[in-house]
């Protein structure tokens, strides 16, 4: 964890292990009378200081399920994860950034992932109850099986490729804007939009709602939450404004590459 930084507010980095009989809930989801699982996965999220730098999310993650307690009769298994960046000021260089590092890590494995992931990306991080999007999106990839394309071994080498982009594709983000000046009313409406991304994360997040779910540890499946929060009453930006521009753009999926 960390906090009260002066270029990161709060952030974290969770390395999750988690096994046992599958609670009913998950149960009746996966149409299984009973069954044992273990998930590991990492997941990490970034809620900078400064508004003009974005919010970033990653989580990759593995998971297998077994017909019996002593997990020896493995019955699926799969790679699930991806990144997204949640702006409150919008930089088209930096949402194309973002989505071009993430592009060429996918077009190692296959031309058709990066559109097939950006379009799960776009739909999953949409908050319906306000009919617009969490943020700019990026990659969501979930029940990546082997096939006939595929071996697990292969989705394993794309799911850590993935991965090892989240650097290249954050940081020099982080570096163009965390020295830019903003003023009060910018942290403002920072913290508003701050209240979207909680909304998602209690209402629509599937990782939420599974840690929950499975006994998991809440300060660990908290640790997302922002720390400076608001929600005021039908609060809309000024016609015309910067932050009118965001919520128009997160209204509809945009080809950033």
């Not at 508004?51 to 790679?79: G, S």
């Not at 996918?106 to 950006?118: A, M």
């Not at 943020?135 to 850590?160: C, H, M, N, P, V």
Request: net charge negative.
């Amino acid at each position: 964890m960390i906090e009260k930084g002066d270029v990161f507010e709060k952030g974290g980095v969770n390395i999750s292990e988690v096994h046992g009989e599958l609670p009913d809930a998950i149960k009746n989801h996966f149409n299984v009378e009973e069954g044992w699982f273990w998930a590991g996965g990492l997941s990490l999220v970034i809620h900078p200081v400064n508004p003009m730098v974005p919010t970033v999310h990653a989580n990759f993650r593995y998971f297998e399920l077994y017909e019996d307690k002593e997990m020896t009769r493995r019955t699926d298994a799969w790679f699930g994860g991806g990144a997204d960046l949640t702006p409150y000021y919008l930089f088209d260089e930096d949402a194309t950034h973002f989505h071009q590092v993430f592009k060429t890590a996918c077009d190692q494995h296959g031309e058709e992932l990066y559109p097939r992931f950006k379009k799960q990306c776009d739909e999953y991080f949409f908050n319906s109850h306000r009919g617009e999007a969490r943020g700019i999106g990026g990659l969501f990839f979930d029940y990546l099986r082997e096939d006939d394309q595929r071996s697990i071994a292969d989705w394993s080498s794309f799911t850590k490729d993935a991965g090892n982009a989240f650097l290249d594709a954050y940081l020099p983000i982080v570096k163009r804007r965390m020295d830019e000046p903003y003023n009060p009313a910018q942290r403002y409406w920072q913290e508003i939009r701050r209240g979207r991304y909680v909304e998602f994360n209690l209402i629509h997040d599937r990782g939420t709602l599974f840690g929950l779910k499975t006994n998991g540890r809440i300060e660990s499946i908290f640790m997302s939450l922002p720390p400076r929060v608001r929600w005021d009453y039908d609060f809309s930006p000024k016609i015309g404004s910067d932050e009118a521009k965001l919520i128009e753009v997160l209204k509809h999926p945009i080809d950033w590459v």
